[in-house]
Nanobody
Framework: VQLQAFGGGLVQAGGSLRLSCAAS????????IGWFRRAPGKEREFVAAINWSGGSTYYADSVKGRFTISRDNAKNMAYLQMNDLKPEDTAVYYC???????????????WGQGTQVTVSS
């Protein structure tokens, strides 16, 4: 599956953004989808993951309660709703896919271009 993240931008602290992940291929619904981010000078960080049905979601402690991951298998899309954004959320965000949650959390096997999110204080 090929992935493309988009929807990033510049937002003030406390604001919201919704990232989208568009996937190609007819097997999108079989994949676990995850979001990662990489801030300047930092390691890649797991953000959130969602199972194939959307019934199970997982979040990093740093975003729990502020971010919501979702998916629409009919549209081959996944989303990351980000609320109450903080300057430390500034990063390039990527979506990824793999066959199960542990594989996604470990980094996933399919990656697309990321989208920049910048949160000003």
């Amino acid at each position: 599956v090929q992935l493309q993240a988009f929807g990033g931008g510049l937002v003030q602290a406390g604001g919201s953004l919704r990232l989208s992940c568009a996937a190609s291929g007819r097997t999108f619904s079989r994949y676990v989808i995850g979001w990662f981010r990489r801030a300047p000078g930092k390691e890649r960080e797991f953000v959130a993951a969602i199972n194939w049905s959307g019934g199970s979601t997982y979040y990093a402690d740093s975003v729990k309660g502020r971010f919501t991951i979702s998916r629409d298998n009919a549209k081959n899309m996944a989303y990351l709703q980000m609320n109450d954004l903080k300057p430390e959320d500034t990063a390039v965000y990527y979506c990824t896919a793999d066959i199960d949650i542990p594989s996604v959390v470990a980094g996933g096997s399919s990656w697309g271009q990321g989208t920049q999110v910048t949160v000003s204080s």
